[in-house]
């Protein structure tokens, strides 16, 4: 008998951990959420719920269509858990799901709602549910530098071509692999490189337009 | 090293990809390059800046939505095995359950008396062929061996005689030339099939009286 995940005992099959891609913590949720466990749900949207929401908001840029997308990306993902096949990742396999998800939503988005305007305004949108600590060894304007900074990045992030978007966001934000997100974005190694470094030339260039002389002077 | 190869390697060097030789390669042409040096400062720096970005939270009616989903999933596992086909499956049954339940008994209680019906009525059901000793096509409802194919010459006018309870009690054929009666010894051919449907035309009120049929050849000329 293996080990018993979320309190019940059950035969756990030796080979979960021998599928590749999978770790042994990943197919305990797997197998928790085919066999309906809730605390299989609870952990999977408690690991999954904030970088999902951060890959996705990214990348369509609004805060409404993104819980819209997350909701139909974990709603994907709870009926397909019986047929992922642990050829990858778990992660990778959710972060897919979500990236196609929020492509699918951001092309939709600018054939039917590009004229209408948000009635908050871009900035509001773009600055609010930051997660921000203050940090009580820099200066209050310090901080409000770091915080507007931040704003333009996100400002800048957004402006550039989605394809190089999502790959910075994946590698730079998310800290993933090449290996990673070649597997999520479905493309080669030397595709994902590329991507890479077109996105972070681009959002240089960005910056370089956008920010303030005393700012682009750390950009240019 | 030069400034080429560096500046192609800058991306890879920031990610940390590359060998250790490699890197220290770099490194030391880094210490004697400014312009070098600079880019690699400032793609060092943008690289920080994307790390540092803050976690943006999903707000709280995300999370409250996500868990009324996996609620809603997780019951159709229980319920279904996980199958959504399933689960679509007892939706449509349940649906036309509901919808069939107020003519239920109309349409049982229809379709058995269709049976009722049928099975009163299929038994009395029988063919009665009765010999014709004429040259009248006829259309048998069984193969006999003995019918042989004739052309109508002239009119033809067949008459039957109904009794009272609507059987056919006599019959007679007449054409321009000559006629004959029905008699029963004319068996070896052209025999006209009659049917019998004693029940029906008890139900009818059958009458007594003479139904005649005329026959006319039809001639068609080149």
Redesign the interface.
């Known amino acids: 008998m293996g080990q018993p995940f979320f309190g019940q005992p059950v035969r756990l099959s030796i080979l979960a951990e021998a599928k590749s891609g999978v770790s042994a913590e990943d197919a305990r949720i797997v197998r928790g959420l085919q066999a309906g466990i809730e605390e299989a749900y609870e952990e999977l949207l408690r690991r999954y719920e904030q970088p999902v929401y951060g890959i996705v908001y990214r990348l369509v840029g609004n805060e409404t269509e993104a819980c819209d997308v997350v909701q139909e990306v974990f709603i994907k993902i709870f009926r397909g858990i019986g047929s992922f096949r642990e050829q990858s990742s778990l992660r990778t396999w959710i972060y897919r799901i979500a990236v196609n998800e929020a492509n699918n939503r951001r092309r939709w988005f600018a054939r039917h709602r590009s004229h209408e305007v948000s009635l908050d305004g871009e900035e509001a949108d773009r600055n609010s549910g930051i997660e921000d600590a203050p940090d009580p060894a820099r200066s209050p304007f310090d901080q409000v530098l770091d915080h507007e900074s931040q704003a333009l990045i996100e400002q800048a992030l957004a402006r550039i071509k989605p394809a190089f978007r999502v790959a910075v966001v994946l590698r730079d934000i998310e800290n993933l692999s090449y290996e990673e997100i070649a597997e999520i974005l479905q493309v080669s190694i030397g595709t994902v490189k590329s991507r890479i470094v077109r996105g972070r030339e681009a959002l240089r260039r960005e910056l370089t337009q956008r920010l303030d002389p005393g700012l682009a002077a750390a950009y240019s | 090293m030069t400034c080429w190869s560096v500046k192609r390697r800058r991306?890879?060097y920031v990610?940390r990809?590359l060998s250790t030789a490699e890197r220290e390669r770099i490194e030391r042409h880094l210490r004697t390059c400014e312009s070098c040096s600079s880019r690699f400062e400032?793609?060092t720096?943008?690289?920080f800046?994307?790390?540092?970005?803050?976690?943006?939270?999903?707000?709280q009616?995300?999370?409250t939505?996500?868990?009324v989903?996996?609620?809603r999933?997780?019951q159709i596992?229980?319920e279904n095995h996980?199958s959504?086909w399933r689960a679509a499956w007892n939706r449509w049954k349940f649906r036309l359950d509901e919808f069939m339940r107020p003519i239920t008994i109309p349409a049982t209680g229809g379709l058995l008396s269709s049976l009722v019906l049928f099975g009163a009525l299929a038994f009395t059901l029988s063919i009665k062929s009765q010999p014709v000793a004429y040259d009248i096509p006829v259309m048998a409802g069984q193969t006999d061996p003995t019918l042989v194919p004739v052309q109508l010459h002239s009119a033809v006018v067949l008459t039957m005689s109904l009794d009272s309870d609507g059987h056919i009690a006599d019959y007679a054929v007449r054409n321009a030339t000559s006629s004959f009666v029905g008699d029963s010894a004319h068996t070896s051919y052209n025999t006209i099939p009659v049917p019998d449907f004693p029940s029906v035309f008890r139900m009818a009120e059958p009458v007594t009286r003479d139904i005649s049929i005329s026959f006319t050849p039809i001639v068609f000329r080149r």
Do not use: I, K, N, Y
């Open positions: 991306h890879a990610d990809t400032q793609l720096s943008l690289r800046s994307l790390t540092q970005l803050p976690r943006r939270r999903p707000p009616s995300l999370s939505r996500l868990r989903a996996a609620s999933e997780r596992v229980l996980g959504h």
